[in-house]
């Protein structure tokens, strides 16, 4: 038997996650993304794949779906996928992730269309029905998809309800990271998973090689950045997806604003992002330990000194910071701001976060452009300042390196990274974790080899036999016959014995031996080693024995 | 396995669950810790001063309360988990965490079950401070009543309460309340899950908790042992108005229940009313008996007859009739007090009622009045995984939970911790509509609302069925006041059990003897039924007798089998035994070969001259030893000496066969394969 990978996104790339899996007949799809950076048919990942050569249904080929978390780039397919392709069977996600996915589903589509122009894949009717067969997951409840086959979410940080997802097919066990974040940050906790036991492990990779210092650091830089601008009387432009890093960077600039006694308006674009921030307050069970703590007081996400944003706003003078949507300055709003703000030397744009090769933001970012083409006849001249927060909430190379060791799995698959730096934490993972590391590109599948265990019997004698051993070699150990109160569980140290028993259309059964020995006529044969030597002394001992007593013997019959 | 009832609990198990304690697999579990409130009532209330009723004869002292039946159990043999499935039944565990042998007890409880627990109990103790604010602490001594006079009153009132018990209460049973410090080290003990979360005790067991419908945060418990998985379940409600549908899907399977739903033995039926209900079931089984024996579409059926909507439109007609009450009530002008404390009644009847208000046009202040108001009201506002499916739409379409937010938002709900808080005063108009604790009516808000009400004919009182009424109120006669009593549903209804139990396909049930009329056993029942009865201890027969054991293939290859006749086969087995997550797993063990003293096991004779042909077979040079007697009988021993390709002697006799070589452990192996293939050993 084997586990069979499919990575049909984010393959050497970012963009477009989705990584089928298929265990033992079950086959599972790991995120269902859209690349950002294509607008035609390389923006969603080759679902036909997954299909046997001439058929069609996708609800029979694939048996669940698993949305890791709401960012486009993992769920911007989905409507696509189950209503275009027709794909009818279960979509598991959690809680947060169906609540906010729709917010990130419909801006995607009105930037799309009403700014772009670009013809819908998808429309809002197909975003809710989709939506609607949705099953919700909590964190690390168990769920049975179907016999044999059970998935649990662990909480990974990242964004609001961001989660890696298990799969356990019969013995089978795979762990699908998404993104996920090994440090807490200002409103999520870091990630957390229990140490499974696991044959594969597929985890990101965005940042393979960096290692990122303390935070706090990045975090004083950005705001005085923003101070320095706004008492400039400059203009500030945050281009941010309305969900994650906004209220991050929000409850930063709230408290900063409200220590340092500052009157300047943080505005939010749209009513989305506000919208956003109340279901953030009613899943607040989902951010960081702190918060929840601070939540019987006050709820964090109640902020004093964001203000209700027009559009006129965008041609006021005197100085501002502004939160706008979308993120990577992809089109809609915040590029109409840009566009404004950003041949002003005075004023600021910041950028926090990955930008997806294609964006203005990824312009911005690689290098210092004074002139960026919308199209033919469009361009900015940019004088503004370039902020570039790496404020990412994926982990850094060092967390990568420690999820993968705490786990221990037997194999590890890297995707959503690039690929020089791929193929450098591969080799750090085979070197210094010794377990095989593969990367493939899109569409390429990786095969792993996996063992099955036998279910056979026990008899309570033989239980019994192995733990008395344990128990007087620990005397540690509470009961009699199972031991360490670690969850985990625990091993006998020595070598367990006994006979196994296998009959015909039976399960086999292990015995002790002195239960068996009746039962089947059958005899005990003792079978001892000894050196060598032991068998000349013994012999010498023997004749010489022997020969004292031939001795007396004579002595005996002279007398 | 043994199970031994500790309590049937109280009222209809909503505020005092029944309590076990399970022993299986060498491991003592206590399942739910209550506490028994119902001592309260012999004492008389906070007392305020001249205007106090008649407290005719109850006690004037600081109360003590009814020490649960498993402190005795935890101090007779000690407890290894205990598992609690509701937040009532937490309220008792602060008393047994400050016991010394609980130190390695570990404690599992859902994590909304916790929160609401911990509040729960730090209501109940700072409500408990008025009392001693009132009669002074004293702790030390034992308290003056406990001699005399007033201590036979005690008890032939908690007599009174529960018959059953009689000769059980002495002064042994009655214990003073925790404090604010038990609460936190007990808090501190517990383990939190959520639902459908494994979580593996002591290696061996898995535990899961699936929602049961009763509350938020209340949960069925599936404990699964290697070699028998039960289901603890506690009262349950199929389709709840507020809290997750009870999860009977994931307790399809489990070989025993320990059915512990005493809602209908105990409950709101008066007796003639219950008497009907069971004829009316077992006529209408006797028919539908063979809807059970067929699979497939007829357990659909019973899905559609066990969730059907019945008991939350029950439920809501219910409450719609209370909410009609309390706007008569405003109506007239009168005051309204609620002291409920079901949480999932209250925020229904905050929704109901403040609808029913609007409609009318009235616009009545609401008030919570208590130490956790605040507290609880947040919270519940931001549990959505823990509610009913309708409930969790509203989180997807972006609405607030409850309907209390708006309330909060358009000023017409105010919270206050304590009736003395700053600002109540300001706020405070009649009529109104309170909701307080305590329901026992002898501490918290509801003692002094009740003392300004009660001469007011005009005013309402909201009480809870199921609670003495008469013994209640005794302190507050003479009353004018309305009272209204209501019951609610508190757990799965007599008829539906029977659906239930063939839904779950068990092998045995756990029934309360109490309620063995209600739910008859049957000819061609696929399951038995085994009565528990309050004290005693039951042997629960072993489901299976072996083990579960996985075998890794890495192993199983190296096994080396021997064919005894056509349909039998045994190898030897030597592996590591593993045990994670409740299963046992044989790994191969690292060196096979280390022992020195091993023994096969054989049909065949051992036989020197075989053993020396099967060698010589094998291109082993050998001899028997030239001292030795080759006529000699075969029980006496021969040597072989082994010259090439190693050099070895082999002693022999038909008991023993001892080896000599040196370390050279190819050359034992090969006499060893030799031995066994003569002799067809393993």
Known sequence: MAIECLVLGAGQEVGKSCVVVTIGGKRVMFDCGMHMGHHDSRRYPDFARVLAPGATDYTAAISCVVISHFHLDHIGALPYFTEVCGYHGPVYMTYPTKALAPLMLEDYLKVMVDHRGEEEQYSYEDILRCMKKVIPLDLKQTIQVEKDFLIRAYYAGHVLGAAMIYAKVGDAAIVYTGDYNMAPDRHLGAAQIDRLKLNLLITESTYAKTVRDSKHAREREFLKAVHKCVSGGGKVLIPAFALGRAQELCILLDDYWERMNLKIPIYFSAGLTIQANMYYKMLIGWTSQKIKNSYTVHNPFDFKHVCHFERSFINNPGPCVLFATPGMVSGGFSLEVFKKWAPSEKNLVTLPGYCVAGTIGHKLMSGKPTRIDIDKDTHIDVRCQIHQLSFSPHTDSKGIMDLTEFLSPNHVILVHGEKPQMAFLKERIESELGMQCYYPANNETVSIPITQNLKINATEKFITSCCMDETENNLQKQSPIFGSDMPEGCGTEGVAEGILLMEKSKTPKILCEDELLHSLGMEKHFVHLEPLLSSRIEEVKHTGGSAVQQGSLADSGCE | ?682
């Open chain 2, 1 to 682: 396995m043994k199970l031994t009832c500790l309590d049937t609990g109280g009222d209809d198990g909503y505020y005092t669950p029944a309590s076990h304690l399970l022993e299986m697999e060498g491991l003592r579990i206590l399942l739910d810790c209550p506490v028994d409130l119902s001592a309260l009532t012999a004492f008389s209330p906070v007392p305020l001063g001249a205007s106090a009723g008649d407290a005719g004869d109850l006690i004037h002292a600081v109360p003590y309360y009814r020490s649960p039946t498993a402190v005795a159990a935890a101090k007779a043999g000690g407890l290894d988990a205990v598992l609690v499935s509701s937040a009532t039944g937490l309220l008792g565990l602060p008393l047994l965490t400050r016991l010394p042998g609980f130190v390695n007890t570990k404690v599992y409880v859902t994590e909304v079950a916790a929160r609401i627990g911990r509040l729960m109990m730090t209501e109940l103790v700072e409500m408990h401070c008025e009392f001693v604010r009132c009669y002074g602490p004293g702790r030390d001594q034992a308290p003056v009543w406990m001699e005399g006079e007033k201590l036979k009153k005690l008890l032939s009132a908690l007599q009174k309460i529960m018959p059953e018990d009689e000769g059980n209460t002495n002064l042994a049973s009655l214990m003073p309340l925790y404090s604010l410090e038990n609460i936190e080290e007990c808090t501190q003990k517990v383990q939190h899950v959520k639902y459908g979360e494994e979580v593996c005790f002591n290696g061996i067991l898995m535990l899961k908790a699936s929602s049961s419908g009763l509350e938020l945060g209340n949960c069925v418990w599936t404990i699964k042992g290697p070699r028998a998985s039960m289901t603890y379940l506690p009262s349950s409600i199929f389709v709840s108005a507020h809290a997750l549908d009870f999860d009977y899907s994931s307790l399809k399977g489990n070989d025993i229940i320990l059915f512990s739903d005493f809602s209908s033995l105990n409950g709101m039926y008066d007796n003639c009313k219950m008497g009907e209900h069971v004829v009316d079931e077992i006529d209408g089984f006797l028919a539908c008996d063979s809807v059970f024996r067929d699979d497939g579409i007829d357990e659909d059926e019973n899905i559609k007859y066990l969730c059907s909507n019945d008991d939350i439109t029950e439920e809501i007609e219910r409450i719609s009739f209370i909410s009609s009450c309390i706007t008569d009530a405003i109506n007239s002008g009168g005051s309204v007090l609620i002291p409920i404390g079901r949480l999932g009644v209250v925020l229904l009847l905050l929704e109901h009622m403040s609808e029913t208000l609007h409609s009318s046009n009235m616009k009545v202040p609401i008030f919570m009045i208590s130490e956790t108001a605040e507290e609880i009201i947040a919270f519940t506002n931001a549990l959505p995984e823990w509610l009913c499916k309708s409930r969790q739409e509203k989180l997807f379409s972006g609405e607030a939970l409850f309907g209390h937010v708006k309330l909060l938002k358009e000023g017409k709900l105010s919270l206050f911790p304590h009736l003395y808080s700053k600002g109540l005063l300001a706020a405070w108009k009649e009529p109104c509509i309170v909701f307080c604790p305590h329901w026992i009516l002898r501490h918290g808000p509801a003692v002094h609302l009740l003392h300004r009400w009660r001469a007011d004919k005009r005013c309402l009182l909201v009480l809870e069925q199921g609670v003495d009424a008469e013994l209640t109120l005794k302190p507050f006669m003479p009353l004018a006041i309305q009272v209204l009593g209501c019951s609610f549903l508190s757990g799965i209804k007599v008829e539906k059990i029977n659906p239930l139990l063939g839904l779950l396909k068990p092998k045995l049930v756990l029934f309360p003897e109490g309620q063995k009329s209600l739910c008859p056993a049957r000819e061609k029942q696929p399951w038995s039924f085994l009565y528990y009865s309050k004290g005693k201890t039951v042997e629960v027969p072993n489901m299976r007798e072996e083990f579960d054991v996985c075998l890794t293939t890495e192993a199983a290859f190296g096994l080396q089998p021997m064919q005894l006749d056509k349909t039998t086969a045994v190898a030897r087995l030597k592996a590591k035994l593993l045990l994670s997550n409740g299963q046992y797993v044989l790994a191969a063990a690292k060196n096979q070969l280390d022992q020195s003293e091993r023994h096969l096991l054989h049909r065949g004779t051992v036989d020197a001259s075989h053993l020396l042909s099967a060698l010589q077979e094998k291109g082993i040079v050998c001899s028997f030893s030239a001292d030795a007697d080759n006529s000699a009988p075969t029980d006496r021993e021969r040597v072989i000496s082994i010259t090439s390709p190693g050099e070895a002697v082999v002693k022999m006799t038909s008991e023993r066969t001892t080896i000599y070589c040196d370390d050279d452990a190819k050359i034992a192996e090969h006499i060893c394969d030799a031995l066994r293939s003569i002799c067809n050993g393993i």
